[in-house]
């Protein structure tokens, strides 16, 4: 697949399964928020079910997995899109269980922008905290040391 950098004003086309799980629909809803936002892309929603064909978008991101969208592995063949990561992210779904419904709809009470702002502030807090601890457990080590333990800890958890 070849690279593309988004310019603003381009259209972009958005394809995903037909029945999204509400907390997927919350991240499409987010994804097409951030594109609009800040790369100034239009973004043109299409479901699975629609003529594929017709789309005129230089752009097209698939959403699902084979598991639940049967549509998706033909797609993904036709235009060489690599599903594994679709499998881990299952893979998580169910040693996560099942979508704690009180809090997803708190969150859709949020604005996307301030999803985005939340998630980030707990990754910096998730990073920080993993580094002190780290950092007490081998003192010796330089920053620089630190810093690659800390990327090999984070590439186990793929």
């Given at each position: 697949?070849?690279?593309?950098v988004?310019t603003k004003?381009?259209?972009v086309a958005?394809?995903?399964?037909?029945?999204?799980?509400?907390?997927s629909?919350?991240?499409?809803e987010?994804?097409?928020?951030?594109?609009q936002?800040?790369c100034?892309a239009?973004?043109?929603w299409?479901?699975?079910?629609?003529?594929?064909?017709?789309?005129e978008?230089p752009?097209?991101?698939?959403?699902?997995?084979p598991?639940?969208?049967?549509?998706?592995?033909?797609?993904?063949?036709?235009?060489?899109?690599?599903?594994s990561a679709?499998?881990?992210?299952?893979?998580?779904?169910?040693r996560?269980?099942?979508?704690?419904?009180a809090?997803l709809?708190?969150l859709?009470?949020v604005?996307?922008?301030q999803?985005?702002l939340?998630?980030?502030?707990?990754q910096?807090?998730?990073?920080d905290t993993?580094?002190?601890?780290?950092?007490q457990?081998?003192?010796h080590?330089?920053?620089?040391?630190?810093?690659?333990?800390?990327f090999?800890?984070?590439?186990?958890?793929?």
């Open positions: 697949m070849s690279s593309l988004l004003g381009q259209r958005l394809v995903t399964g037909d029945d999204l799980a509400p907390s629909l919350l991240a499409v987010d994804l097409i928020a951030g594109l936002r800040v100034g239009v973004v043109r299409h479901r699975l079910n629609s003529d594929l064909a017709a789309i978008e752009v097209c991101v698939v959403f699902g997995t598991a639940n969208n049967p549509a998706l592995a033909s797609v993904a063949a036709s235009t060489q899109i690599d599903l679709a499998e881990r992210v299952e893979q998580l779904k169910r996560l269980g099942p979508v704690d419904k809090q709809r708190l859709l009470r604005s996307p922008q999803r985005i939340t998630m980030l502030d707990m910096d807090y998730l990073l993993w580094r002190q601890r780290l950092r457990a081998h003192p080590l330089s920053d620089l040391a630190l810093c690659r333990l800390l090999e800890r984070l590439n186990q958890h793929d």
